[in-house]
C-alpha cells in the first residue's frame, strides 16, 4: 500500500514535470522561456498578472459554484426580489480598480524601459553610436540586417553580441511586417514610412549555438507570410568582434576555390548579382537592395529563411522558389537552371564563408 | 394593404418579406441572412483548422488560406454576429418599450437591404475575381500592393453594408427615445433595451470612421488616389487609426447586446429581478464611452511611442472595472434565486467563466509592456475568440433559443438544445484555451502553415479536433430548427413561464400590430409586476383605437440594388479595356437616386387597422 502511495507520488511529479516542460515551449522560441532582459521583464510581467487574474477567477469560481449548486429550482416559490446591495456593488467597483493600479504601475515603468533608446541616439563626432546599432530592413519575405557602425550588410541571419543592449532601427521597403524574437523580447513593427526604435538584449546563458534563436514576421504580409522567419545568432562580444573584422577585410567579392564553383561564380555573375550582392560593404543605397546579401552564406544555417542548410535544399529552392515561398520576388527573375548549373552554383554559394586572418 | 394572417401562396411569402416593413418580419430577415453567413463563415473556419491540422500541410495553397482567414473573419463580424444581433434587437426591442414598430420601418427595410447586397457582393468575390486577402483588418500598406479584385469586393462591400448598419443603429436611437409605453421611463427600460440603446449610440459614432477609411481606400484602388501611399506623401498608420477607431467600439456593438440578453435570461430562469439594475445600466454606458478611448490598445507595436501607449494600456485595462461590475451582478442576480437550466440558461451559466476568461487575458494584453510579446499571435486568437465566441456567439445561441417562440411562436427541442449546448461548449474550449499556450510559445496568428519540430502539432490537432465538435454542434442546432419548423407546435405568450418584461405578455409571435392597446408600464419588469399581482396581462394605457400602420414597400430593395450595381461598375472600370465600367457605375447610383427620388415625391400615408377589426381579433394583443 505504502509503496504504492509513492508510487503515486513519483508519477504524479513526473507528469507535473512534463506538463511544465510541455507547457514553456521551445527554448529558442518560446517567450515562457526569456533569453535576455526584455523577455525576462515581459515574462515577470506575465506571470505577475497571470497570479492576479487566477486570483480573481479563483473569487468568481466559488461564488459561481455555490450559486449553481445551492440554488437550483427546488419548488415554485418566488424568491425575494433583491434590487441591489451598495455595500457588495462598492467593494466589487474598489477592489478592480485597485488590482488595475497596481498592474498599471510596472506596465508603465516597463512600456518606458522598453522605448528608451537614448544610447543609440548619443553620436560620436564621426556619426556613429558607441551602442551596437542594426537596421532592419523587412522584405517580401526576407530581412536585411545592416550595421551602420560597423558598415556592414547580411541578410537572413542576425549575428549579435550577448549581454549588451543592441539597438534596432525597424523599417519596411514594401509593405509593412513585423520583427520578433520571441526568446528575446515583444515586437515591434517595421513600417513602411517610418522608423522604429527599441531595444533587446541577449542572455549568454541561453545562447545555444546548435539552435539558434527563432525570429519571425509577426504581421500578416501576403502568401509567405508564415515563412519570413530568420536566425539569430548570438556571440560572446570578443567573437562578435572577431567576425565584425572577418566581414570588413572582404572588400572584393571572395574568388571561388575549386573548379566547380568557378562556374558557380560566373552563373552568378550573370544571373544574379544584379540582385544579391556577395561583398558585405554598404555601397548600394538601402532601397536599391533588391535581394538578401549573401556574402557569408556558407556560414548560415537557414536557406530561404526556413529550410535546413544543406546542399539538397539550396537546390530545391534554386530551382523552383515557388513552391517554397509563395509570392517572392526571386521567382521568374533568372531562367531555368540545368542540374549542371545547379551544382555549380551550389558549390560556389556554399563555398561563401567569411574566414578568420 | 392589410395583411391580416390569411393562407397565402410561396410567391406571395417571398413577396410580402421583399416588400415588409415590419420589424418581427425584418428580424426573420436578418437571422436567416445572418445565419446563412454565419455557416458560410463557419465553413471558412473548417477549412482553417483543417489546414493546420499537421505541420506542412498542404490542404490549401497560401494564397487561399490568407483569403480564407480574411473572409472568416470579415464575414463574421459583419456578416454574421452583426446582422444576428440585429435580428434580436429588432425581433424583442420594440416589443419591450411597448411600441408598436420601430420609428422609421421603411429604413429598417432598407437597412437589411443594405446589408444584404454588401454581404452578397463581398461573398461574390469567391466567385469573380479572388477573395480579399489582407486581413479583416486589411491594413493599408498590404491591401493597396494586392492586385487583383479582392480588397476591392472588400472595401465596396463592407461599405454597403455598412450603410445599412448605420441607418439601423439610428433607427433604433430614434425609436427607444421617442416610442416607449406610458410609464416606461429609461430607468424602466429592460436590460436588452438599455444595450441596444447604447450599441446604437456606438454604431452612431464608431461607423462613420469605417465610411471615411473605406472610401480613401476605394480611391486609392479604383481612381488613382494616393491617400495610403508613403512614396506618394500618404501614410498607411492612419488606416490603422481609422480602422481601430471603428473596430474597437464594433467589439463592443457585438458584446453589449450579448450581455443584454443574458441579463434577460439571468433574470427569467433565476424568477429574481437583475441584481444592481441601476449599476448595471452605468457599466454598459460606462463601457460603451470607454470603448471609444482604447482603439490603440490594437497598435502599440505600431510604435506610437511610450507616452501613447502607456496611457492606452490604462484605459484598456480600466474597462475590466465596468465588466467586473456586470460579471458580480449577473453572479448575485442567481444568488437566492430558484435556477431553472433551460437550453438558454445553460448557454448563459457557460458564458459566465468562458467570458471571465477572454475578460482577463483582455487586461493582460491591455498591459502594453506583455502586449508586445502576445500582440498578433494566437494568443490574440485565443483571447478574442473567448470574448466573441464566448461573450456574442454563446448569447447569439442562448438569444435563438429564448426567442425563438416569440419570433416563430414554437419552442425548439430542449433536448437538442442540450445537446447543442454540450458539443459546441466542449469544442469550443477545446479549439482555444490550447491556442494562448500555442501563441506563447512563439507561433504567430495568420499563418497557413507551421514547421515540425516546434512543439506545435499536437497542440493543434486538439484545436482543428474542437472545431469539428462546434461544427457538429451546430450541425444539431439546423435539424432542431428543422424538426421544430415541421411540427410547428403552438405556445403561447410566456411559454417559459417565467417572463418578465412585455414581450412575454404578447402572443407568439405577437400580431403584426404588437399592442392593440400600448400597456401601461408601472415598473421595472413590466408583466412580472402584473403578474405577481394576480392579472393576466398589462393594463391599457389608452382606449382601443384605430391603428396607423406603415405600407410596404419594395423600394428599399431598389435603393440598395442600385448601390450593389454600381459597385461593380466603380470595382471594373479601370481595368485594361473596360468601357461599360464608368456607365454601370453611374447607371447604378442614378437607378439608387431615382429610388430615393419616388419615396420622395410618392405620398404614402399608410393605411389605418379600424377599431372593429381590432374587437374581432380579441384571442390577440393585449388582454385588457
Request: glycine share 8%.
Amino acid at each position: 500500500m505504502k509503496r504504492l502511495a509513492k508510487w503515486r507520488l513519483v508519477s504524479l511529479f513526473a507528469i507535473l514535470t512534463l506538463v511544465l516542460s510541455a507547457c514553456s515551449g521551445q527554448p529558442y522560441l518560446s517567450t515562457l522561456q526569456p533569453a535576455g532582459e526584455v523577455a525576462k521583464k515581459q515574462y515577470d510581467l506575465m506571470v505577475f498578472s497571470t497570479i492576479m487574474m487566477i486570483a480573481v477567477m479563483a473569487v468568481v469560481a466559488v461564488i459561481f459554484i455555490i450559486v449553481l449548486v445551492k440554488f437550483r429550482r427546488k419548488d415554485d416559490k418566488i424568491p425575494n426580489q433583491v434590487e441591489g446591495n451598495h455595500a457588495m456593488e462598492i467593494i466589487w467597483t474598489v477592489i478592480p480598480i485597485l488590482l488595475v493600479l497596481v498592474l498599471a504601475v510596472p506596465t508603465v515603468s516597463a512600456v518606458f524601459n522598453f522605448a528608451d533608446v537614448d544610447a543609440m541616439e548619443k553620436k560620436n563626432e564621426d556619426g556613429t553610436s558607441d551602442a551596437l546599432v542594426v537596421n532592419v530592413r523587412a522584405n517580401l519575405y526576407w530581412w536585411e540586417f545592416e550595421y551602420p557602425n560597423e558598415k556592414i550588410v547580411t541578410g537572413q541571419e542576425l549575428i549579435v553580441p550577448t549581454d549588451e543592449k543592441v539597438y534596432f532601427n525597424l523599417i519596411a521597403s514594401d509593405v509593412k511586417h513585423s520583427f520578433w524574437i520571441p526568446a528575446a523580447g515583444g515586437k515591434m513593427d517595421n513600417n513602411t514610412e517610418n522608423v522604429n526604435k527599441f531595444w533587446l538584449e541577449f542572455d549568454s546563458k541561453k545562447a545555444d549555438p546548435d539552435k539558434l534563436f527563432q525570429g519571425r514576421c509577426a504581421e500578416l504580409c501576403g502568401p509567405s507570410h508564415a515563412l519570413m522567419d530568420f536566425k539569430v545568432k548570438a556571440l560572446p562580444r570578443a567573437e562578435f568582434d572577431q567576425w565584425v573584422t572577418n566581414m570588413q577585410n572582404i572588400k572584393e567579392p571572395q574568388d571561388a576555390t575549386t573548379d566547380l564553383a568557378q562556374q558557380g561564380q560566373e552563373i552568378f555573375n550573370k544571373s544574379c548579382i544584379g540582385c544579391h550582392a556577395v561583398t558585405p560593404s554598404n555601397g548600394t543605397p538601402a532601397d536599391a537592395r533588391m535581394a538578401p546579401n549573401l556574402t557569408n552564406f556558407g556560414d548560415r544555417n537557414i536557406i530561404a529563411g526556413y529550410l535546413e542548410h544543406n546542399e539538397e535544399n539550396l537546390k530545391n529552392w534554386l530551382s523552383d522558389p515557388e513552391t517554397y515561398k509563395p509570392g517572392n520576388k526571386m521567382t521568374g527573375t533568372y531562367g531555368e537552371l540545368t542540374p549542371e548549373q545547379l551544382d555549380a552554383l551550389t558549390a560556389y554559394l556554399m563555398g561563401l564563408k567569411v574566414q578568420g586572418e | 394593404m392589410s395583411t391580416n394572417a390569411q393562407k397565402r401562396g410561396f410567391g406571395a411569402t417571398i413577396w410580402d418579406y421583399l416588400t415588409t416593413v415590419d420589424h418581427k418580419k425584418i428580424a426573420h430577415l436578418y437571422l436567416i441572412a445572418g445565419g446563412l453567413f454565419f455557416l458560410i463563415g463557419g465553413l471558412e473556419a473548417l477549412f482553417i483548422r483543417i489546414q493546420l491540422l499537421k505541420p506542412n500541410n498542404d490542404f490549401v495553397s497560401a494564397g487561399l488560406f490568407n483569403e480564407l482567414l480574411t473572409m472568416h473573419g470579415t464575414t463574421m463580424i459583419f456578416l454574421a454576429a452583426m446582422p444576428l444581433v440585429f435580428a434580436f434587437m429588432n425581433a424583442v426591442m420594440p416589443l419591450q418599450i411597448g411600441a408598436r414598430d420601430v420609428a422609421f420601418p421603411f429604413l429598417n427595410s432598407l437597412g437589411f437591404w443594405l446589408f444584404l447586397f454588401g454581404g452578397l457582393f463581398l461573398n461574390l468575390s469567391w466567385f469573380l475575381d479572388a477573395a480579399p486577402n489582407a486581413g479583416w483588418t486589411s491594413y493599408a500598406s498590404l491591401s493597396i500592393a494586392q492586385t487583383g479584385h479582392g480588397i476591392d469586393f472588400y472595401a465596396l462591400g463592407l461599405q454597403i453594408a455598412g450603410l445599412g448598419t448605420l441607418i439601423g443603429g439610428i433607427n433604433f436611437l430614434v425609436t427607444i427615445i421617442n416610442m416607449r409605453a406610458p410609464g416606461m421611463t429609461y430607468m424602466r427600460m429592460p436590460m436588452f433595451t438599455w444595450t441596444t440603446f447604447v450599441v446604437s449610440a456606438l454604431i452612431l459614432f464608431a461607423f462613420p470612421p469605417l465610411t471615411v477609411g473605406l472610401f480613401l481606400m476605394t480611391f486609392d484602388r479604383m481612381f488613382g488616389a494616393n491617400f495610403f501611399d508613403a512614396a506618394m506623401g500618404g501614410n498607411t498608420i492612419i488606416w490603422e487609426h481609422f480602422f481601430w477607431i471603428f473596430g474597437h467600439p464594433e467589439v463592443y456593438i457585438l458584446i453589449l447586446p450579448a450581455f443584454g440578453i443574458f441579463s434577460e435570461i439571468f433574470a427569467i430562469f433565476s424568477r429574481k429581478r437583475l441584481f444592481g439594475y441601476s449599476s448595471m445600466v452605468f457599466a454598459t454606458v460606462l463601457i460603451g464611452f470607454l470603448g471609444f478611448m482604447v482603439w490603440a490598445h490594437h497598435m502599440f507595436t505600431t510604435g506610437l511611442g511610450p507616452i501613447a501607449n502607456s496611457i492606452f494600456a490604462v484605459a484598456t485595462m480600466a474597462i475590466a472595472v465596468p465588466t467586473g461590475i456586470k460579471i458580480f451582478n449577473w453572479l448575485f442576480t442567481m444568488w437566492g434565486g430558484s435556477i431553472r437550466f433551460t437550453t438558454p440558461m445553460l448557454w448563459a451559466v457557460a458564458f459566465i467563466p468562458s467570458f471571465l476568461m477572454g475578460g482577463v487575458t483582455g487586461v493582460m494584453l491591455g498591459s502594453a509592456a506583455q502586449d508586445y510579446q502576445y500582440h498578433d499571435t494566437y494568443f490574440v486568437v485565443a483571447h478574442f475568440h473567448y470574448v466573441i465566441v464566448g461573450g456574442v456567439v454563446f448569447a447569439l445561441f442562448a438569444g435563438a433559443h429564448l426567442y425563438w417562440p416569440k419570433m416563430f411562436g414554437t419552442m425548439l427541442n430542449e433536448v437538442l438544445g442540450k445537446i447543442t449546448f454540450v458539443l459546441f461548449f466542449v469544442g469550443f474550449h477545446m479549439t482555444f484555451f490550447i491556442q494562448h499556450f500555442l501563441g506563447l510559445w512563439g507561433m504567430p496568428r495568420r499563418v497557413f502553415t507551421y514547421l515540425p519540430g516546434q512543439g506545435f502539432e499536437t497542440s493543434n490537432v486538439v484545436s482543428s479536433i474542437g472545431a469539428f465538435l462546434m461544427a457538429a454542434g451546430v450541425i444539431v442546432l439546423l435539424i432542431n430548427v428543422v424538426i421544430t419548423s415541421v411540427k410547428n407546435e403552438k405556445v403561447g405568450n410566456d411559454p417559459w413561464g417565467d417572463g418578465r418584461t412585455l414581450e412575454w405578455a404578447l402572443s407568439s409571435p405577437p400580431p403584426y400590430y404588437n399592442f392593440k392597446q400600448l400597456p401601461l408600464v408601472r415598473g421595472l419588469d413590466a408583466y412580472w409586476i402584473e403578474k405577481m399581482e394576480g392579472k393576466k396581462g398589462m393594463t391599457p394605457a389608452e382606449p382601443l383605437g384605430d391603428i396607423h400602420m406603415p405600407n410596404n414597400s419594395f423600394i428599399p430593395f431598389l435603393i440598395s440594388l442600385g448601390l450593389f450595381i454600381a459597385a461593380f461598375g466603380a470595382m471594373y472600370h479601370g481595368d485594361e479595356g473596360n468601357t461599360w465600367g464608368i456607365p454601370v457605375l453611374i447607371f447604378g447610383l442614378l437607378f439608387t437616386l431615382g429610388s430615393m427620388f419616388v419615396r420622395s415625391i410618392k405620398d404614402d400615408h399608410g393605411y389605418h387597422i379600424p377599431k372593429e377589426e381590432l374587437i374581432d381579433d380579441n384571442d390577440k394583443g393585449v388582454k385588457a
